[in-house]
């Protein structure tokens, strides 16, 4: 009987651990800001730059979508800004910043096109309807 507790406990606590419902998530806003920040870039038509080569709008936020998940996943992210430095700035792998092209225009670091986004979205959100 105690060596059927002890796997009962055992099961339990793999279970928990394996749950990705216990993984620390993002506070709404930031959810919110990041969501919208990805919708912008994919609807934009914008080039976005990584490692030297150019990718459409939807590539790049599909690519920034994946790099968000695991840092949730790996409880590293708490914030807008944190995501903007830590997955949409640079590189994890070259650590060669990303850039954004939009038409004509030069290219622009992608932390600098993201953090105007941002700011547009705050205005936006503060803004009486």
Request: overall charge positive; glycine content about 4%; charged content about 20%.
């Given at each position: 009987m105690r060596i059927t507790n002890i796997l009962a406990v055992i099961l339990v606590t793999l279970a928990t651990a394996a749950s990705p419902t216990f993984a620390a998530d993002l506070p709404a806003t930031s959810r919110a800001e990041i969501d919208a920040l990805l919708n912008r870039l994919g609807t934009s038509g914008c080039q976005f730059n990584r490692n030297g080569s150019w990718y459409s709008?939807?590539?790049?936020?599909?690519?920034?979508?994946?790099?968000?998940?695991?840092?949730?996943?790996?409880?590293?992210?708490?914030?807008?800004?944190?995501f903007i430095k830590l997955a949409a700035s640079s590189s994890s792998m070259s650590g060669k910043p990303y850039q954004v092209r939009c038409g004509d225009s030069q290219p622009v670091a992608s932390q600098t096109w993201l953090t105007t986004e941002l700011q547009t979205i705050r205005a936006k959100a503060a803004s009486p309807k």
């Amino acid at each position: 009987m105690r060596i059927t507790n002890i796997l009962a406990v055992i099961l339990v606590t793999l279970a928990t651990a394996a749950s990705p419902t216990f993984a620390a998530d993002l506070p709404a806003t930031s959810r919110a800001e990041i969501d919208a920040l990805l919708n912008r870039l994919g609807t934009s038509g914008c080039q976005f730059n990584r490692n030297g080569s150019w990718y459409s709008s939807t590539d790049a936020k599909a690519h920034l979508a994946k790099k968000l998940n695991y840092l949730i996943e790996k409880n590293k992210l708490d914030g807008t800004e944190q995501f903007i430095k830590l997955a949409a700035s640079s590189s994890s792998m070259s650590g060669k910043p990303y850039q954004v092209r939009c038409g004509d225009s030069q290219p622009v670091a992608s932390q600098t096109w993201l953090t105007t986004e941002l700011q547009t979205i705050r205005a936006k959100a503060a803004s009486p309807k």
